[in-house]
């Protein structure tokens, strides 16, 4: 039954009662309820999705209150998911909640996920993304995934009508081990509440077949800067790409470096950071919104690194160059970017 609470959204021409309808009847599995998790299940909840289903098997903790806004001091030590639950009840109880207060694994993942239309991804584990990736893809699931790291966020969709995928935009999964995650690397509060309610945003585009989605793009976000930018990657027209990039751990580097590869190396970040940590050997230092002005000095048929601070920038810089023309097969991002390296090669380069 449509009520009041509905009405703003129901007066926009793209969705009307009838898209409203299309919300109600619509199903969507959020894996993990903590920082992107909590304003995704809030605003999914506000606005009429029929099913919503919860999964995170960890308590809520004194550390997650800064960013995990579902939650508050009296819940410490309580169950996320069911706490989340809860919550989401009082917020709209014309809803079905289901919550599963376990950590989502190979073992339970396509019992968890199947049977619903979208999935969220507000994970903070790369190997559950991987583990996702090939549920989704198994049983048919568009998904919407999301990472954040210090002061910058990602968002991509997967799995839309054929669409790329999260092991083609990473399919080298030992190169994201290094990566830290943010307990280890911290996070700006408000940061996951933008990039969670942008997850949101795109779930409910889909499941009201409106607006486009980020099917094959990464949407990056600099809190720092507020600069939004979009990647493009695993493009359609793959004769043009003719092969992917490839996403290479710091560890897989040095030890390349070891046996005598010598690529050419791109630093696509500010000169002030170049000043403060460096590779050895550096060919080219420019800053990732101006990398498509000099690719006129970068070699076509040669291997070519390029890394940032933590590896979205290098990111980006590659899908330039792979719109330029350039063969993904001679393209590496160094994982983790010069971060990795300092935390896993070495440690006497300065961190920042």
């Not at 409203?20 to 605003?43: R, T």
């Not at 940061?191 to 945003?201: D, H, K, M, R, S």
């Not at 779930?203 to 976000?221: E, F, P, R």
């Not at 940590?277 to 970068?298: G, P, Q, R, Y």
């Amino acid at each position: 039954m449509l009520d009041d609470r509905y009405a703003r959204q129901i007066n926009l021409p793209e969705i009307g009662i009838e898209g409203q309808k299309k919300l109600a009847n619509s199903s969507i599995v959020v894996i993990g309820a903590g920082g992107l998790g909590s304003p995704a299940l809030l605003y999914l909840a506000a606005a009429g999705i029929g099913k919503i289903t919860i999964v995170d098997g960890d308590a809520v903790e004194t550390s997650n209150l800064h960013r995990q806004i579902l939650y508050n001091e009296s819940d410490i030590g309580t169950k996320k998911a069911e706490t989340a639950a809860k919550k989401l009840k009082e917020i709209n109880s014309q809803i079905k909640i289901n919550f599963i207060s376990e950590f989502l694994n190979k073992e339970n993942a396509k019992s968890i996920i199947q049977n619903h239309d979208i999935l969220i991804d507000g994970s903070d584990n790369i190997a559950t993304r991987y583990i996702l990736d090939d549920i989704c893809k198994e049983v048919g699931l568009p998904w919407v995934h999301a990472s954040i790291h210090r002061f910058e966020g990602q968002i991509a969709c997967f799995n839309i009508s054929g669409s790329s995928g999260y092991r083609d935009l990473f399919p080298d999964s030992s190169a994201a081990e290094n990566v830290p995650n943010c307990a280890e690397a911290g996070v700006l509060g408000v940061l996951p509440g933008i990039i969670g309610t942008i997850q949101a945003t795109q779930a409910l585009k889909i499941c009201l077949n409106i607006g486009t989605d980020l099917a094959n793009k990464v949407l990056i976000l600099d809190a720092k800067t507020m600069n939004f930018r979009t990647m493009r990657f695993g493009l359609e027209n793959k004769k043009e790409i003719f092969e992917n990039p490839k996403n290479i751990s710091a560890i897989d580097t040095n030890k390349k470096f070891n046996k005598g590869w010598d690529p050419f190396i791109i630093d696509c970040r500010t000169k002030r950071e170049f000043e403060i940590a460096k590779l050895d050997k550096v060919d080219l230092c420019i800053e990732h919104t101006l990398i498509s002005t000099i690719t006129d000095k970068i070699p076509e048929n040669k291997d070519v690194l390029v890394y940032c601070h933590h590896g979205s920038r290098s990111m980006y810089s590659i899908s330039v160059l792979i719109n330029q023309g350039f063969n993904g097969k001679y393209l590496y991002n160094l994982a983790g970017g010069i971060d990795s390296w300092s935390l896993n090669v070495n440690s006497s380069i300065r961190r920042y």
